[in-house]
């Protein structure tokens, strides 16, 4: 059983960071990738970034691409988000993923993503 869990959440003033972790459990990873996504209040799921897992290649959405930046660590089974200049309109719910398949055409679509945490809080105060 797979079981991704988020930390590292909180409330940070504009232009502050944080980091967040992914602690994955369950299988080996090698195959896969692990995702970020967002969702804030009254509007859709949206792609953070993404790693495979195997080549450590990163994939990030124009939004946060030069702020946030996303790292795995092998030996922790651990996948992490470290976000700096943060925005207000950063402020979500931050979810991480696994995606078995680690496509790398189709990383920014959530629905292929096979597992999901449970999400941790984030909020950028102006």
């Known amino acids: 059983q797979v079981q991704l869990v988020e930390s590292g959440g909180g409330l940070v003033q504009a232009g502050g960071s944080l980091r967040l972790s992914c602690a994955a459990s369950?299988?080996?990873?090698?195959?896969?990738?692990l995702g970020w996504f967002r969702q804030a209040p009254g509007k859709e799921r949206e792609f953070v970034a993404a790693?495979?897992?195997?080549?450590?290649?990163?994939y990030y959405a124009d939004s946060v691409k030069g702020r946030f930046t996303i790292s795995r660590d092998n030996a922790k089974n651990t996948v992490y988000l470290e976000m700096n200049s943060l925005k207000p309109e950063d402020t979500a719910v931050y979810y991480c993923?696994?995606?078995?398949?680690?496509?790398?055409?189709?990383?920014?679509?959530?629905?292929?993503?096979?597992?999901w945490g449970q999400g941790t809080q984030v909020t950028v105060s102006s």
């Open positions: 993923a696994a995606d078995r398949t680690s496509d790398p055409r189709a990383l920014n679509d959530a629905g292929r993503y096979d597992y």
């Open positions: 369950g299988r080996t990873f090698s195959s896969y990738a």
């Open positions: 790693i495979r897992w195997s080549s450590a290649r990163t």
